[in-house]
């Protein structure tokens, strides 16, 4: 019997680019990631380049099911067009069309990178077998993707979910969004280097000031880096406290570069959890770790094909 064609998994993020195949079983092989960040202020068409190049590496010349893609928000759904906060070079870009007319024939959808992350999850990770998700990715931005009785919940615009943007501080830092006080204006990766870098902290002379070095900085005992992360932390279980009494969820996934510092953000997310989330259905929602790691976004594209209706809404292509 022939193997089912795989999968082209793309996953869209603000600091990097990353696709592989996807079989049917959400086993990941011949994953690439590059920078997603052009050379050249506005430059979109580089970037597209750069990812058809890494698409084409990827592929190489292989037959593919369809085309399942996260990308960072917001974008226009099902329309797939992509304005994401952390990538200026793209506003209003076609990224769904440009898609089809690449790979003709199969389909190809695509999703706000938060809602692929839940789906990951929810299909072959943390959630598996949790009918009430959010799936929250705490990186180069903050996002969310939701899953309601077994179904994900898109919205009108494909938006749904999107928990960077509860307000955690209403007098807090100024967000991308234009509002002030979001979650992702306290708690993004450059959010709290930036906050780190303000009290003290001092990245090693091996390492850039960013997200990653501030998480093993945190992990190797550096106070400052530690706060850095408490705070995001703290931001992040306010939220989900207001996230759970609304939507009844069973589990929150939690994952992204930020969620590698482990319990230096959990535990602090769980106790601000605990004292906002009075009511019982609301307190009853776990905050865990999201299993899949980097691969959570590019397994939750394939399912967007692989899975058939079970994660994208017929007459939705």
């Given at each position: 019997m022939t193997p089912a064609a795989p999968v082209l998994a793309v996953d869209v993020g603000g600091t990097k680019l990353a696709a592989a195949l996807v079989d049917d079983a959400g086993g990941v092989r011949r994953r690439h990631e590059v920078r997603s960040q052009p050379t050249s202020t506005g430059a979109g068409d580089e970037l597209w380049s750069t990812l058809l190049g890494l698409i084409d590496e990827v592929v190489d010349g292989q037959r593919v099911a369809g085309v399942g893609v996260g990308c960072g928000g917001p974008a226009r759904w099902p329309e797939g067009s992509v304005s994401p906060l952390n990538i200026p070079a793209w506003r209003d870009f076609p990224l769904r069309a440009r898609l089809q007319e690449r790979f003709r024939g199969v389909p190809v959808r695509l999703v706000n990178d938060a809602i692929a992350m839940a789906i990951g999850e929810h299909w072959e990770g943390a959630a598996a077998g949790d009918r009430n998700v959010l799936g929250v990715v705490v990186s180069t931005?903050?996002?969310?993707?939701?899953?309601?009785?077994?179904?994900v919940r898109f919205g009108p615009t494909g938006n749904a979910g999107h928990v960077g943007h509860i307000v955690v501080e209403a007098d807090?830092?100024?967000?991308?969004?234009g509002g002030r006080g979001c979650l992702e204006a306290v708690a993004r990766g450059p959010?709290?280097?930036?906050?780190?870098?303000?009290?003290g902290w001092?990245?090693?002379?091996?390492?850039?000031?960013?997200?990653r070095a501030l998480v093993t900085a945190a992990r190797d005992g550096d106070e400052v880096a530690r706060a850095a992360v408490c705070r995001c932390g703290e931001a992040l279980g306010v939220a989900l406290a207001s996230t759970a009494h609304l939507l009844d969820l069973d589990v929150v996934a939690v994952g992204g570069g930020i969620a590698n510092a482990g319990d230096l953000l959990f535990e602090p997310a769980r106790a601000a959890f605990a004292r906002h989330a009075r009511m019982d259905f609301a307190s009853r929602?776990?905050?865990?770790?999201?299993?899949?790691g980097p691969d959570a976004g590019i397994v939750g594209a394939a399912a967007l094909v692989a899975c058939g209706d079970r994660y994208w809404p017929i007459g939705a292509d």
């Open positions: 931005g903050v996002g969310g993707g939701l899953i309601l009785d077994g179904r807090g830092p100024v967000c991308g969004c959010a709290i280097v930036r906050w780190a870098l303000d009290h001092e990245a090693s002379s091996d390492d850039e000031p960013d997200g929602c776990r905050i865990v770790p999201a299993t899949l």
